[in-house]
């Protein structure tokens, strides 16, 4: 079945402590993107790709890193330096074109104390 | 800048009636899209129904429909008959198509509406 993985569904973290959430597609999508969802609200863009090999910043990319080295793999790195980083983090990948809908992963909710 | 606005934090719906969901939307483009999504409480986003700005026909998707209208930038969706299943939280999105720049194809969110359907 084609889809996205994110993994896992659950993450807990201690303060001061870097993290990685992976995300992955066989949808041959070129394009991925990260979002964090904080509770009650609605998505924010961290980071999206277009290619491999090249990102940009989203609208909260403070805190966070990602890397693109295969088209299938964008995982996404919380660092210490994001201040609150309790959040459910979604992926999402298309295809490149402006009409084309975003497919979303499950979600993995981190959760740092 | 875009932004999209929802009004309607909750919203409650007797099973098999229809319901609207509303949402507003700001941008200087004049080629944009606009896409709504359903979550349920597991926290997955499905994809439902997508508009054009170009497109002159509101879209349909079974039950699903969105009412656009361009000139007062408003895209709400309609849910007819609606299901017990439908309870989840909705939310609205638009996506900038200009080419080049570092804004290409990203996503804006509203804040969601949670819709529950009664029995």
């Known amino acids: 079945d084609g889809g996205i993985t994110q993994s896992p569904k659950y993450l807990f973290r201690k303060e001061g402590q870097n993290v990685t959430l992976s995300c992955e597609q066989n949808?041959?999508?070129?394009?991925m993107y990260w979002y964090r969802q904080d509770p009650g609200q609605g998505l924010r863009l961290i980071y999206y790709?277009?290619?491999?090999?090249?990102?940009q910043k989203g609208d909260i990319a403070e805190g966070y890193s990602v890397s693109r080295e295969k088209k299938e793999s964008f995982p996404l790195t919380v660092t210490s330096a994001q201040k609150n980083p309790t959040a459910f983090y979604l992926c999402?990948?298309?295809?490149?074109?402006?009409?084309?809908?975003?497919?979303f992963g499950p979600g993995t909710r981190l959760t740092v104390t | 800048a875009q932004k999209i606005t929802q009004t309607q934090p909750g919203m409650f719906v007797q099973e098999k009636e229809a319901v609207t969901l509303d949402c507003t939307y700001d941008?200087?483009?004049?080629?944009?899209?606009l896409f709504w999504y359903k979550q349920p409480s597991s926290g997955e986003m499905i994809f439902l129904i997508y508009?054009?700005?170009?497109?002159?026909q509101n879209a349909t998707e079974g039950r699903y429909s969105l009412n656009f209208q361009k000139a007062r930038k408003s895209a709400n969706l309609v849910i007819s008959a609606s299901q017990l299943g439908d309870s989840a939280m909705y939310f609205c999105?638009?996506?900038?198509?200009?080419?080049?720049?570092?804004?290409?194809?990203?996503?804006?969110f509203g804040q969601g509406t949670i819709l529950t359907v009664h029995p």
């Open positions: 999402a990948s298309s295809l490149r074109g402006t009409s084309y809908e975003q497919y």
């Open positions: 999105a638009m996506r900038e198509t200009r080419a080049g720049g570092t804004s290409y194809g990203k996503l804006t």
């Open positions: 790709s277009q290619i491999v090999n090249d990102f």
């Open positions: 508009q054009g700005s170009y497109d002159e």
């Open positions: 949808l041959n999508h070129d394009a």
């Open positions: 941008t200087s483009d004049q080629s944009y899209g």
